[in-house]
Every structure is written in structure tokens, then in C-alpha cells.
């Protein structure tokens, strides 16, 4: 069974950092991409980042956190971050880890996996 959880949230004032972590078992790493999104109160999920630790330079990211934010990936731990710095309020949301056998192949039309999701709340 795969099973991803999210670590890393909480409360921080604007201009902060945050970083997340999800940890992924159930699975081959290697063969997966991880991409993560987020989901405002009354918005729709986006996606923010994706990275395929199996291939070699493959990260990618979405407009709306570009420049703020950077992916990682630890194939020894099976971990995948998300270093988020510069935080403003419209970034509070709940993250999600997510993977998907496909790697980061339309990765914002959604992936097969998800976790329960992480708060961020970025205080004004």
C-alpha cells in the first residue's frame, strides 16, 4: 500500500520559511514522480512542484510559487521536500504530497497518490 505523510506545517508570519516533508513508503522511489499542491479555503487545488528522483534533472515548477520555492528529493530516506521561503497570506493552504507512476508527466492534471495534507497558515 502506498502511503505518503506530510510534515512541516504551521503558523508563520509573512516573509517566513517553511519546510515541508513527505515521507513515501509502498513503493519503488525511483519509479515515481512527487509532485505537491496545495488547496486554499474556497479555492481549487493547484499544483506547485514536481520531481522524478529517478531521472536526472527533473524538477518542475508551477507559476504560482516560482522563484519561492525549491523541491528535493532524498532517494536513501524516500523523502521529497518542499523549501518554501518568502511566505505571504495568499499562500496559506493545506499541501499535499502526491505521486504518481506516470513521474511528473501532466502532473497538474492530479496524481494517482495522496496524503492527508499539511496546514500552512502565513499570518499577516
Known amino acids: 500500500e502506498v502511503q505518503l505523510v506530510e510534515s512541516g506545517g504551521g503558523v508563520v508570519q509573512t516573509g517566513g520559511s517553511l519546510r515541508l516533508s513527505c515521507v513515501a513508503s509502498g513503493l519503488t522511489f525511483d519509479d515515481y514522480g512527487f509532485a505537491w499542491f496545495r488547496q486554499a479555503p474556497g479555492k481549487e487545488r493547484e499544483p506547485i512542484s514536481c520531481?522524478?528522483?529517478?531521472?536526472?534533472?527533473?524538477?518542475y515548477y508551477a507559476d504560482s510559487m516560482r522563484g519561492r520555492i525549491a523541491i528535493s528529493s532524498d532517494n536513501a530516506e524516500n523523502t521529497v521536500d518542499l523549501q518554501m521561503d518568502n511566505l505571504r497570506p495568499e499562500d496559506t493552504a493545506v499541501y499535499y504530497c502526491?505521486?504518481?507512476?506516470?513521474?511528473?508527466?501532466?502532473?497538474?492534471?492530479?496524481?494517482?497518490?495522496w496524503g492527508e495534507g499539511t496546514l500552512v497558515n502565513v499570518s499577516s
Open positions: 502526491t505521486a504518481d507512476e506516470n513521474l511528473c508527466t501532466d502532473y497538474g492534471r492530479g496524481m494517482e497518490y
Open positions: 520531481i522524478a528522483p529517478g531521472e536526472i534533472d527533473a524538477t
